[in-house]
């Protein structure tokens, strides 16, 4: 029976491309649906044969741990050197769109509260 191994949707495709490298380096069988369009049908890989489940979520388990740790590492020593980017950086880089999701925000909080303000009156 045919089983989901792993969604792909928002995956980055360097660390798409390396699973399907460790699946062809041990021989699993598998195959990917794309997202569709507009990216909203499950892309994801899967396989063909549920018995080698427990042996590919292993191997995607293990690549994860280690590409975690890695992300951490590199993370680390930006921070260390100091270029590590913060949020200051982001809302520099793109100020516009910052605004943008500070007023939609502001805009949800304000059309939460007002009800309760007009039940105090």
């Known amino acids: 029976?045919?089983?989901?191994?792993?969604?792909?949707?928002?995956?980055?495709?360097d660390e798409?491309?390396?699973?399907?490298?460790?699946?062809?380096?041990?021989?699993?069988?598998?195959?990917e649906t794309p997202g569709g369009r507009w990216g909203i049908s499950v892309a994801g890989l899967w396989l063909?044969?549920?018995?080698?489940f427990?042996?590919?979520?292993?191997?995607?388990?293990?690549?994860?741990?280690?590409?975690?740790?890695?992300a951490r590492a590199e993370y680390a020593r930006l921070k260390a050197e100091g270029r590590a980017e913060t949020l200051l950086d982001r809302i520099r880089q793109q100020p516009l769109?910052?605004?943008?999701?500070l007023a939609f925000v502001a805009a949800i909080l304000y059309l939460s509260i007002q009800p309760f303000f007009w039940l105090a009156e």
């Open 16 to 31: 798409a491309e390396e699973v399907r490298a460790l699946l062809r380096e041990h021989r699993i069988d598998h195959y």
């Open 97 to 101: 769109q910052f605004l943008f999701v």
């Open 1 to 13: 029976m045919r089983v989901l191994l792993c969604r792909l949707n928002g995956v980055p495709e």
């Open 48 to 52: 063909p044969d549920d018995r080698e």
């Open 54 to 70: 427990a042996r590919a979520k292993q191997l995607l388990d293990a690549y994860q741990a280690a590409r975690t740790a890695q």
